[in-house]
């Protein structure tokens, strides 16, 4: 696959290079968990309870996606914009200290998973009842964190060198594996949600050796280093924050729901909220892949001091995240049926379910705003507003909502499921206000001062 040119390849064109081999690359990666849940709520007799259990395990599965976003993605904007202004000697050090630190930290939340794993599983909501089967998929599905963290955080390297297509492969090497040995693993071998755990673990191995096998080629021109040394550290994190929160605060809303649903409508509710939790992953990647896609671009010509390719790459981005957002509500309006029957062939929750998707995606195109507006805020190194915004929407509103609104005109579990859609549209509204009240005239000064 063509290496994209940032330097001068055309706005539109370097968006959709770099946007649709990630978006197969996320599709491929939601395979992962979602292949896993597919095969685990067709468990025969126990396919409903399983599934819950593993939804116990999402908060701490949240939060190590979000440590390796905070190196990923923290350290990949600021490697674009050295790129663009020449600076290879310091994207070549951003590079190496954002792989330094995602081994680090995955072999310290391996370590402290496995010592720990049972008391986090209590506090985020589990019972004596499902902790077996929970904690037997996050003990083995821990051993393959050092392996996800470098897979998937050294991607924003490879796609933000214009290697979008090398970036695919490597997830899509790991995803087929997955799909493969699922089936094999549960059903074949009998190990139900610890053979769910193995596949996932071998198959983020296989992913690791292709992706280090890249950082170590001729092809890569910054080559990484085990060395112990972590300059730019303080910069990657900084930026970084805001993903990570992202994600930490989406663990936060996981451990709240599963809590309130627990109490008010037990165990089966915690099932439908993992089924309505995997569409929404499934749904929101694509609008994920346009805005990731479109940051290198971003970056890069923010570095360069290019203010119109900047705001060009700003309207691309919205033309298709909008729409997209807008066609998925409507599908899930009409029939979610079909999403709910992905995950569970249980005819007894159908109802529960579907109830609850209408509910939850109720507001679901105001996620365009909200991811674009972080995404230029993350792209262009304004660390404030990005952090700020991803505080402000889960945990200063859905985090309350969820524990709020069912105590509310006796919604129950419904309150739960329409704490998201509140914030969507006040959170969505309200971060991409500000990106054009504060972006725009910047951008209009920096092409004022460059002309």
């Given amino acids: 696959m063509k290496k994209v040119d940032f330097e001068n390849g055309q706005i539109t064109r370097n968006i959709l290079q ?14 992962y968990s979602i292949v896993d849940r597919i095969y685990i709520g067709r468990i025969p007799g126990s396919g409903t309870e399983a599934l819950g259990a593993v939804g116990l395990c999402f908060p701490i599965i949240i939060i190590i996606t979000g440590i390796t976003n ?12 050295a790129l663009g202004r020449g600076d290879r000697r310091r994207a070549s050090a951003i590079q190496n200290t954002s792989f330094r630190l995602l081994i680090l930290s995955g072999a310290v939340l391996t370590i402290v998973g496995e010592l720990f794993g049972r008391g986090l599983l209590l506090l985020f909501g589990a019972t004596e009842n499902e902790i077996p089967v929970s904690l037997s998929y996050l003990r083995i599905y821990l051993l393959g964190t050092v392996f996800l963290m470098v897979s998937t955080g050294m991607n ?18 790991g995803a087929v594996t997955n799909l493969i040995l699922d089936p094999v693993f549960i059903f074949g071998l009998g ?6 755990a193995a596949a996932t673990v071998i198959s983020q191995a296989l992913s690791f050796l292709y992706v280090m096998h890249f950082l170590r080629s001729a092809k890569n021109k910054h080559p990484v280093s085990f060395a112990f040394h972590f300059p730019h550290a303080g910069e990657i994190i900084g930026l970084g924050t805001a993903p990570f929160i992202m994600q930490f605060t989406n663990s936060l809303v996981q451990i709240a729901c599963n809590q309130v649903l627990m109490a008010y409508g037990g165990a089966l509710f915690v099932s439908i909220m993992t089924i309505v939790s995997s569409v929404r992953s499934i749904m929101e990647t694509p609008a994920f892949a346009i805005t990731e896609g479109t940051t290198p671009i971003l970056s890069y010509n923010y570095g360069a001091e290019r203010p119109d390719n900047v705001k060009k790459a ?53 996620q365009a705003l909200q991811f674009s507006g972080q995404t230029v805020f993350k792209a262009l190194n304004k660390k404030k507003h990005a952090i700020f915004f991803s505080i402000f929407r889960k945990v200063v509103m859905v985090v309350p909502l969820t524990y709020i609104l069912p105590h509310i005109a006796g919604l129950g579990t419904d309150g739960v499921f329409l704490a998201e859609p509140v914030s969507n549209v006040i959170g969505g509204i309200a971060c991409f206000t500000c990106m054009l009240a504060t972006i725009w005239p910047e951008l209009n000064r920096m092409k004022k001062e460059g002309s």
């Fill in 191 to 196: 190990m139900g949600v610890r053979g769910a």
């Fill in 156 to 173: 924003s390297f490879i796609n933000s060198q214009g290697y979008a297509g090398i970036g695919m492969y490597s997830v899509m090497i």
């Fill in 18 to 31: 770099t946007a649709l081999p990630m978006l197969i690359a996320q599709v491929l990666n939601l395979l």
């Fill in 70 to 81: 905070m190196f990923g993605l923290g350290g990949s904007p600021l490697f674009s914009m």
């Fill in 314 to 366: 700003v309207r691309v981005m919205m033309t298709i995240a909008v729409p997209y957002t807008g066609i998925v509500w409507l599908l899930i309006m009409i029939c979610p049926e079909w999403f709910i029957r992905i995950f569970s062939s249980d005819q007894t929750i159908m109802a529960d379910a579907s109830h609850a998707l209408h509910l939850y995606f109720l507001a679901f195109i105001f």
